[in-house]
Protein backbone atom coordinates (compact mmCIF):
# COMPACT_ATOMS: atom_id res chain seq x y z
CA UNK A 1 0.00 0.00 0.00
CA UNK A 2 1.38 3.56 -0.64
CA UNK A 3 0.78 6.59 0.76
CA UNK A 4 -1.70 8.81 -1.05
CA UNK A 5 -1.27 12.47 0.16
CA UNK A 6 -4.78 14.38 0.91
CA UNK A 7 -6.39 15.45 -2.53
CA UNK A 8 -7.47 18.93 -1.65
CA UNK A 9 -8.12 21.70 -4.65
CA UNK A 10 -6.87 25.42 -4.81
CA UNK A 11 -10.33 26.95 -3.26
CA UNK A 12 -9.73 24.49 -0.51
CA UNK A 13 -6.89 25.46 0.31
CA UNK A 14 -7.12 29.07 -0.18
CA UNK A 15 -10.16 28.52 2.26
CA UNK A 16 -8.47 26.90 5.00
CA UNK A 17 -5.60 29.24 4.85
CA UNK A 18 -7.89 32.39 5.21
CA UNK A 19 -9.89 30.68 7.70
CA UNK A 20 -6.78 29.39 9.84
CA UNK A 21 -5.04 33.36 9.50
CA UNK A 22 -8.76 35.13 10.24
CA UNK A 23 -9.54 32.78 12.93
CA UNK A 24 -6.95 32.21 15.55
CA UNK A 25 -4.22 34.39 17.81
CA UNK A 26 -0.96 32.29 16.50
CA UNK A 27 -1.08 29.98 13.32
CA UNK A 28 2.00 28.19 11.87
CA UNK A 29 2.00 26.56 8.36
CA UNK A 30 4.36 24.07 8.61
CA UNK A 31 5.53 20.69 7.23
CA UNK A 32 4.23 18.22 9.27
CA UNK A 33 2.18 18.98 12.73
CA UNK A 34 3.34 20.35 16.64
CA UNK A 35 3.98 17.00 18.10
CA UNK A 36 6.21 15.58 14.52
CA UNK A 37 7.22 18.33 12.79
CA UNK A 38 8.80 17.17 9.34
CA UNK A 39 11.36 19.47 9.04
CA UNK A 40 14.25 21.15 10.81
CA UNK A 41 12.53 24.82 10.47
CA UNK A 42 9.31 23.82 11.10
CA UNK A 43 10.27 22.18 14.56
CA UNK A 44 12.41 25.15 15.11
CA UNK A 45 9.09 27.31 15.08
CA UNK A 46 7.64 24.78 17.10
CA UNK A 47 10.12 25.40 19.83
CA UNK A 48 10.08 29.19 19.41
CA UNK A 49 6.42 29.80 19.43
CA UNK A 50 5.97 26.89 22.15
CA UNK A 51 8.42 29.20 24.68
CA UNK A 52 5.52 31.82 25.13
CA UNK A 53 2.44 30.61 23.86
CA UNK A 54 0.58 27.32 25.09
CA UNK A 55 -2.34 27.14 22.40
CA UNK A 56 -1.46 28.31 18.70
CA UNK A 57 -3.01 26.72 15.51
CA UNK A 58 -0.80 24.60 13.07
CA UNK A 59 -1.46 23.70 9.56
CA UNK A 60 0.36 20.82 7.62
CA UNK A 61 1.24 22.10 4.37
CA UNK A 62 2.20 18.76 2.82
CA UNK A 63 -0.82 16.89 2.04
CA UNK A 64 -1.11 19.69 -0.80
CA UNK A 65 2.49 21.63 -0.80
CA UNK A 66 1.90 23.77 -4.08
CA UNK A 67 -1.45 24.93 -3.40
CA UNK A 68 -0.50 26.27 -0.08
CA UNK A 69 2.50 27.85 -1.35
CA UNK A 70 0.50 29.38 -3.73
CA UNK A 71 -2.52 31.02 -1.25
CA UNK A 72 -0.01 31.69 0.91
CA UNK A 73 2.26 33.81 -1.62
CA UNK A 74 -1.07 36.05 -1.64
CA UNK A 75 -1.10 36.60 2.09
CA UNK A 76 2.65 37.12 2.66
CA UNK A 77 4.87 37.20 -0.22
CA UNK A 78 6.99 34.61 1.17
CA UNK A 79 8.61 31.60 -0.29
CA UNK A 80 9.66 29.69 2.40
CA UNK A 81 7.43 27.63 5.44
CA UNK A 82 7.06 27.73 8.19
CA UNK A 83 5.10 30.67 8.48
CA UNK A 84 3.86 32.48 11.09
CA UNK A 85 0.90 34.57 11.33
CA UNK A 86 -0.25 36.38 14.34
CA UNK A 87 -3.86 38.61 14.76
CA UNK A 88 -3.88 37.57 10.71
CA UNK A 89 -0.48 39.70 10.01
CA UNK A 90 2.36 37.76 8.46
CA UNK A 91 5.38 37.64 11.28
CA UNK A 92 7.80 35.92 9.45
CA UNK A 93 9.36 31.94 8.92
CA UNK A 94 11.62 30.37 11.68
CA UNK A 95 14.42 32.79 10.39
CA UNK A 96 12.57 35.81 11.90
CA UNK A 97 10.98 34.45 14.69
CA UNK A 98 14.79 33.26 15.89
CA UNK A 99 16.09 36.79 15.25
CA UNK A 100 13.18 38.74 17.25
CA UNK A 101 13.87 35.80 19.97
CA UNK A 102 17.23 37.38 20.16
CA UNK A 103 15.96 40.49 20.31
CA UNK A 104 13.79 40.34 23.02
CA UNK A 105 10.92 40.12 21.03
CA UNK A 106 9.46 37.11 20.22
CA UNK A 107 7.33 37.26 23.27
CA UNK A 108 5.28 40.78 22.53
CA UNK A 109 5.18 40.25 19.09
CA UNK A 110 2.98 36.68 19.92
CA UNK A 111 1.22 37.70 22.85
CA UNK A 112 0.77 40.92 21.71
CA UNK A 113 2.40 42.14 25.31
CA UNK A 114 4.51 45.70 24.82
Known sequence: MTFQPESLDP??????????????????????????????????AVDLISQYVDEFETVDVLPALPHYREALKEKSDWETIPQTFVDGE??????????????GELEATLTGAN
Open 11 to 44: EEVQTRVDEAVGNNHVVLFMKGNRLMPQCGYSAK
Open 90 to 103: FVGGSDILEELDER
